[in-house]
């Protein structure tokens, strides 16, 4: 199906998402679809946060060209879900290339988030660092519907993902993870150097930089644990997902590889009843599984426990390429959410439901599987406030970004 033709029947389907999708138990989900944009270019990553100070989350997009923001319009938890998700751009054009992930987070107590984008994709260019990969800090402007100042920082080639992460009780740093290492060929070659940036208290001074790892070839997506005293990172990569921690003003690796060798591009952690922690999965990197990992014996090593249970959740996924978890249903237990970008043998792009069973049977849930949503990202928060989390997707070929209203109530 050509990109024109899938829009057109985009735009039919849209045109009928005001019906909830059917729910007859707690367990099985249902949202009601709200469009916030279906004009924009890719759409390749967003966040959430309070952009404004209104105690509302707003949704933040980093677009081809332009990153934008997205107001929360508010009301009741239980009312309209149709009012107008106000956009504003932020910033545009900060490099020839497009841009490709933006980072948002409270991190001096204000209640408004601080922003930090990365530009200049450019995945094949793995040698020159003027063409390739770019990171940005922007400075916001008294009123934040108004264009924001960029601050050019250092940066590796293809930088390809950012977050916020806490790393003591007011300190926080940027990790930025780029795609390949410097002069890397299909996979090969000098490792990914993952940085983390830690903003000076003018944000125009030069930031402190401190090499978080290298070891790894081809990385993808990551995810942030915080839990008390200590945070860790899961990085997916080409050789699998691996966690680090920091410590004593340094991050270590942990552990063992989780899925080592299968090669991860999204990896997020979930919760099962009583708080045991299991990570999600894609894999490979734009692949078509999704797999859940528990502690349990390793192989090679029956003694230890670290993620050495997999249990694959589906391989019909063609390019996935957005994974959360979280509580959606109210069960106590997370749920894994996933979605992928291109049509499988269905000719269905989409996201799904994972929801965990009796005997550690997990059963599968369409939110979203015609051609409404080729999902390139995929985040979950609570954005009416009502206690449940609702899920928001940027769509790369279907061109839109939607609203998941949980409907659980």
Not at 202 to 219: A, G, I
Not at 332 to 360: C, E, L, T, Y
Request: charged share 25%; with cysteine.
């Amino acid at each position: 199906m050509t990109r024109n033709a899938m829009k057109n029947v985009l735009l039919f389907l849209l045109s009928i998402t005001t019906l909830p999708l059917s729910a007859q138990a707690q367990s099985i989900p249902n949202f009601r679809i709200q469009v916030v944009d279906n004009q924009i270019d890719i759409g390749y990553g967003m966040a959430i946060g309070d952009v404004d100070g209104d105690r509302r989350p707003d949704i933040l997009l980093a677009d081809q060209k332009e990153f934008v923001w997205y107001k929360n319009p508010g009301g009741s938890s239980s009312g309209d879900k149709t009012s107008t998700w106000q956009r504003y751009v932020m910033a545009a054009n900060l490099t020839p290339q497009d841009n490709v992930c933006i980072a948002a987070r409270d991190i001096d107590g204000d209640g408004r988030v601080e922003v930090a984008v990365g530009a200049g994709w450019n995945p094949a260019e793995t040698d020159d660092s003027t063409k390739s990969g770019a990171v940005f800090y922007l400075i916001r402007p008294k009123d934040p519907t108004q264009p924001w100042e960029p601050v050019r920082l250092h940066h590796e080639v293809t930088t390809h993902r950012m977050r916020w992460a806490k790393v003591g009780r007011n300190n926080f740093q940027l990790i930025v993870v780029p795609l390949h290492g410097r002069y890397n060929r299909n996979g090969e070659g000098r490792g990914v150097k993952v940085l983390a940036y830690e903003m000076p208290k003018n944000p125009r001074d030069t930031w402190k930089m401190q090499l978080v790892d290298s070891t790894m070839h081809m990385t993808h997506n990551f995810d942030i644990w915080e839990d008390g005293a200590e945070t860790q990172l899961l990085i997916g990569s080409k050789e699998g997902g691996k966690r680090l921690a920091y410590r004593k003003g340094r991050w270590e690796p942990l552990g063992r590889w989780i899925g080592q060798g299968n090669g991860m591009g999204e990896v997020r952690r979930g919760f099962d009843k009583g708080k045991v922690p299991f990570v999600a999965s894609v894999e490979p990197m734009h692949g078509n599984k999704v797999a859940v990992y528990r502690n349990g014996p390793v192989a090679d090593a029956p003694d230890r426990l670290m993620y050495g249970v997999t249990q694959p959740l589906t391989d019909k996924f063609n390019q996935g390429h957005a994974l959360v978890c979280g509580d959606f249903l109210g069960l106590g237990s997370d749920q894994v959410v996933a979605g992928w970008r291109n049509p499988n043998a269905d000719k269905q792009v989409g996201i799904r439901m994972f929801v965990p069973g009796a005997a550690g049977q997990w059963q599968e849930y369409p939110i979203d599987d015609s051609v409404r949503m080729a999902c390139e990202d995929l985040q979950a928060a609570d954005l009416d406030g009502d206690g449940d989390l609702d899920l928001i997707a940027s769509g790369r070929a279907t061109l839109n970004v939607l609203i998941y209203w949980n409907q659980r109530k």
